[in-house]
């Protein structure tokens, strides 16, 4: 690994790195990254495949997210947003970098975030244009406040692929690394993928949460992503459509990861997973029991 310092502004630093990128490429270089330093990759293998089986890196392309809040493209316009991950071919690059072109780019583009650079000269000096992958997650949705149930819970139960996932760290509280842990006994396939349990219908979401239905759960319920953040609903339809209400209480109990290691056990080695349930302030303000749920994969 190599760490690069520059002097240049942020935004002007970060649109360098594809001229950095390219200069560093080896033969079997295909694509340049730009991604944040708060964004999680759960599977690169994963990645790359997709990239490679969809996409022709042969051709210039670019291939990014969008932002999953509407309001956040009303502001910033329908960019490549570099969160979810930039992704640029090294034509495209080559294309860039040519002197009269990259000059302007660099220099001339006035008082935009780094991502919003690269959409600038990508449309005002190329004929490419982004191509949104749903799959890469820009995850613009904040936590009402810290400690809380996380405001993306309902994508995380949602049984989507995310082969990326951005803002983990900075605008909701969820422990991805943690929760990747057990593909250590399941592979990549099996995070946050979903098994629907008759009990009640519990369902995991494997690395997230366990939730009971008590009174049943839709099949087409759990097609659909239930809204589990403050404000609108019609923010992230775009991205995250077919959309859902969020599940009144009574009719929901919702155990979310909180501990996972991996251990040994004289079956063999395992990953232990803890899903906690917080005990409900009754009207009295005497307070439930907390619940815990252990689970144990055998591999």
Same mark, same amino acid.
């Given at each position: 690994m190599t760490?690069t310092?520059?002097?240049?502004?942020?935004?002007t630093a970060?649109?360098s790195?594809?001229k950095l990128l390219y200069?560093?490429r080896?033969?079997?270089?295909?694509w340049?990254?730009l991604i944040?330093?708060d964004?999680f990759?759960?599977s690169?293998?994963i990645?790359?495949h997709?990239?490679?089986t969809?996409y022709?890196?042969?051709?210039?392309?670019?291939?990014?997210a969008?932002s999953?809040?509407w309001n956040?493209?009303?502001?910033w316009?329908?960019?490549p947003?570099?969160?979810?991950?930039?992704f640029?071919?090294?034509?495209?690059?080559?294309?860039?970098l040519?002197?009269e072109?990259?000059?302007?780019?660099?220099t001339?583009?006035g008082?935009r975030?780094?991502d919003?650079?690269?959409?600038a000269c990508?449309?005002?000096?190329?004929?490419?244009?982004?191509? #949104?992958d749903?799959?890469?997650h820009?995850?613009?949705v904040?936590?009402?406040q810290?400690?809380?149930?996380?405001?993306a819970?309902?994508?995380?139960?949602?049984?989507r692929?995310l082969l990326?996932?951005h803002?983990?760290?900075s605008?909701f509280t #969820?422990?991805?690394p943690?929760?990747?842990k057990v593909?250590?006994?399941?592979?990549?396939?099996?995070l946050?993928?979903?098994?629907? #349990?008759?009990i009640?219908?519990?369902v995991?979401s494997?690395g997230f949460?366990i939730v009971?239905?008590?009174?049943g759960?839709?099949e087409?319920d759990?097609?659909?992503v239930e809204?589990t953040?403050e404000?609108?609903?019609?923010?992230?339809r775009?991205k995250w459509?077919?959309l859902r209400e969020g599940?009144?209480?009574?009719?929901?109990?919702?155990?979310g990861?909180?501990?996972c290691?991996?251990?040994d056990?004289?079956?063999g080695?395992a990953?232990r997973?803890?899903?906690l349930?917080r005990g409900v302030q009754?009207?009295?303000?005497v307070?439930?029991?907390?619940?815990v749920?252990?689970?144990l994969?055998?591999?």
């Open positions: 760490i310092a520059s002097d240049l502004p942020f935004p970060y649109f790195l594809i200069e560093n080896s033969p079997k270089t295909e340049l990254v944040d330093d964004t990759i759960p690169l293998p990645l790359v997709h990239l490679n969809v022709d890196s042969s051709k210039e392309t670019l291939i990014s969008t999953d809040d956040q493209i009303g502001a316009g329908l960019i947003y570099g969160g979810g991950g930039i640029i071919s090294i034509p495209l690059a080559e294309h860039l040519q002197p072109i990259w000059e302007r780019c660099e001339g583009m008082q975030q780094g919003g650079i690269v959409a990508l449309y005002d000096y190329t004929s490419t244009r982004p191509i #949104f749903p799959l890469l820009q995850m613009d904040r936590d009402a810290p400690h809380t149930p996380s405001a819970a309902g994508l995380f139960e949602s049984g692929r990326t996932i803002h983990w760290r605008w #969820f422990d991805v943690l929760s990747a593909t250590r006994a399941c592979g990549w396939e099996c946050y993928q979903r098994w629907v #349990f008759p009640d219908s519990m995991l494997n949460s009971g239905y008590p009174g759960v839709q087409e759990l097609g659909a809204k953040w404000g609108e609903r019609e923010r992230y775009h459509g077919p599940v009144k209480v009574g009719r929901k109990v919702s155990w990861l909180v501990g290691e991996v251990l056990t004289q079956e080695r990953v997973q803890l899903y349930r009754g009207a009295e303000g307070k439930g029991m907390d619940g749920l252990e689970l994969w055998i591999f």
